[in-house]
């Protein structure tokens, strides 16, 4: 039961099933959700110049894989670029190998349509700068900390609202995904 984790809230029923197609920065493949059928995925919508000191999701999904156990053989943490013009397959791999390596952590990029639609989707915002060399990006950059627990089905299980936070309740998550795959 999500709600006996403190941080993470129940969304079944609320959202449609997990659905994209992007490229997977790992190996340059367009993948879609049907790729992760089987396995729990976490998604995370953000960008590789934020200007916090330590990009807290990335770090906590690190941490996650730590605590799954054989269970991490079948999670995956997807990091959604919101900043195409910036993140380019290149430097996004190149970011999220400071974490870990695909596939448990990989990186989406695509045409400016596909993240704005999968954003949509879940109920996202963003707002990113027209260019990577836009300056004053600390205020120019926007978006939500969402980040979305669904099923190896594809279904939408959960909103973990403390995964971008210093003390996020990675224990009780770790269980819950370990119970489902």
């Known amino acids: 039961d999500a709600g006996a984790i403190p941080g993470v809230f129940d969304i079944e029923g609320h959202f449609p099933p997990l659905d994209f197609r992007m490229e997977r920065v ?10 992760y ?3 729990a995925v976490i998604v ?5 110049r934020c200007p916090d000191p330590v990009p807290l999701p990335a770090l906590n999904a690190a941490r996650l894989f730590g605590m799954l156990g054989t269970a991490k053989e079948r999670t995956r943490f997807l990091f959604v670029t919101v900043d195409l013009a910036y993140d380019t397959p290149t430097r996004l791999k190149r970011y999220l190998a400071q974490f870990g390596p695909p596939p448990y952590i990989d ?3 695509g045409t400016p349509a596909q993240p704005q ?10 707002k990113a700068p027209p260019g990577p060399d836009t300056p004053d990006t600390d205020s120019a ?5 969402a ?5 190896p089905s594809g279904k939408p299980l959960a909103l973990i609202n403390d995964f971008g936070d210093a003390h996020p309740h990675l224990p009780a998550l770790a269980k819950r995904i370990r119970s489902m795959v």
């Not at 995370?44 to 590789?48: I, K, L, M, S, V």
């Not at 639609?117 to 963003?126: C, D, E, I």
């Open 26 to 35: 790992s190996d340059g493949r367009t993948v879609t959700a049907r790729d």
């Open 37 to 39: 059928r089987g396995d």
């Open 44 to 48: 995370y919508f953000g960008f590789t």
């Open 107 to 109: 990186g989406l990029h």
């Open 117 to 126: 639609a999968f954003a949509r989707r879940y109920t996202v915002f963003f």
């Open 141 to 145: 950059i926007r978006h939500t900390g």
């Open 147 to 151: 980040v979305y627990l669904f099923a």
